[in-house]
C-alpha cells in the first residue's frame, strides 16, 4: 500500500493522525504517529524546512497537550531554529515563539516565556498578520504577567484579548468566556472581589447558555463558592459548591 502513494501523500497523512490523536487524548497513538512522521521527513524531505518545522512543531505540541513540558521545548526550540532560516517565515515565527511561551510559562519559566511572546507579539504587529486568534497570545501574555505579578500589565492583556474574542468571536463565545474567567482572576488576587464576583457571574452564565466547557465551568462555580465565602455568604458558597 506505502507504495500506491508517493512520500508526500504519506507525510501529509502522519501529520494529520498525529495531530487528530494529540487532540483526543490518544497520546501514544499520536507519539507513533510522530515517529513515522518523523522517519519519513528524515529520510525523504530532509532539505525541506517547511516540513521539517511542521514535523517538529507537532512533536512540541503533543508533548505540551499531554502535560510534558520539558519534552516539548526542545522541539518548539528546533522548530523555531528552523523558521528562522524560512524565507518569509514568519508565520512559522509566531506559530513556534506561541507554542514556546506557554510550555516555559508551564514550567514556570517565566521571563522566557514573557520573552517569546513578547517578540511573537512583536512580529504579528509587524507583518499585520490576521488578528481572528490574537486572542489566545494576549491571553497567555495575560496569564504569564499575572504569575509574574504584573497586574497592571495582566489587565491591558486581558482587555485586549477580551477586545478580539468579542469582534471574531461574539461576546457569547467561549473564547469570550474564557479571558471573563481571566479578567475575574487578576481581580480576585487585587482583591477586589465584588467585580471578581460579577466576571465569574458573566462567564457561568455564557457557558451556561451555550453548553459551553463543563470542566470550565465546575471551576467557575466553585471559584464563586471560594468567592462568596471571602464575603461570609456562606449560603451562597456552599450552594455554588453544590453546582460545582
Same mark, same amino acid.
Given at each position: 500500500i506505502y507504495n500506491y502513494f508517493d512520500d508526500k501523500?504519506?507525510?501529509l497523512a502522519y501529520l494529520s493522525l498525529a495531530e487528530s490523536n494529540t487532540a483526543l487524548g490518544n497520546y501514544a497513538v499520536a507519539e507513533e504517529y510522530c515517529h513515522k512522521l518523523e522517519s519519513v521527513v528524515n529520510e525523504k524531505f530532509a532539505k525541506n524546512k517547511v516540513v521539517n518545522f511542521q514535523c517538529n512543531n507537532e512533536y512540541g505540541y503533543m508533548y505540551l497537550s499531554q502535560g510534558d513540558y520539558q519534552k516539548a521545548?526542545?522541539?518548539?526550540e528546533k522548530a523555531l531554529d528552523i523558521s528562522m532560516s524560512i524565507k518569509k517565515g514568519y508565520q512559522q515565527q509566531? #506559530? %513556534?515563539?506561541s507554542n514556546l511561551g506557554?510550555?516555559?510559562y508551564h514550567s514556570s519559566e517565566y521571563a522566557k516565556s514573557l520573552?517569546?511572546?513578547t517578540k511573537c507579539r512583536q512580529i504579528y504587529d509587524a507583518c499585520n498578520f490576521d488578528k481572528k486568534y490574537q486572542h489566545t497570545l494576549y491571553q497567555n501574555l495575560g496569564i504569564t504577567h499575572l504569575a509574574m505579578g504584573d497586574y497592571?500589565?495582566?489587565?491591558?492583556?486581558?482587555? #485586549? %484579548?477580551?477586545?478580539?474574542?468579542?469582534?471574531?468571536f461574539g461576546d457569547t463565545s467561549q473564547y469570550y468566556a474564557d479571558v471573563v474567567l481571566d479578567i475575574s482572576n487578576v481581580c480576585s488576587r487585587l482583591r477586589e472581589y465584588t467585580t471578581a464576583r460579577d466576571m465569574l457571574?458573566?462567564?457561568i452564565s455564557i457557558m451556561e447558555r451555550i453548553n459551553g466547557d463543563s470542566v470550565k465551568l465546575a471551576m467557575s462555580y466553585d471559584n464563586l463558592a471560594s468567592l462568596c465565602y471571602q464575603e461570609n455568604k456562606y449560603d451562597e458558597a456552599l450552594r455554588n459548591s453544590n453546582k460545582a
Open positions: 501523500v504519506w507525510m521545548i526542545p522541539y518548539f509566531t #506559530i %513556534a515563539l506557554l510550555a516555559y520573552e517569546s511572546l497592571k500589565s495582566a489587565i491591558e492583556d486581558f482587555d #485586549i %484579548a477580551q477586545d478580539c474574542a468579542e469582534k471574531f457571574e458573566e462567564a
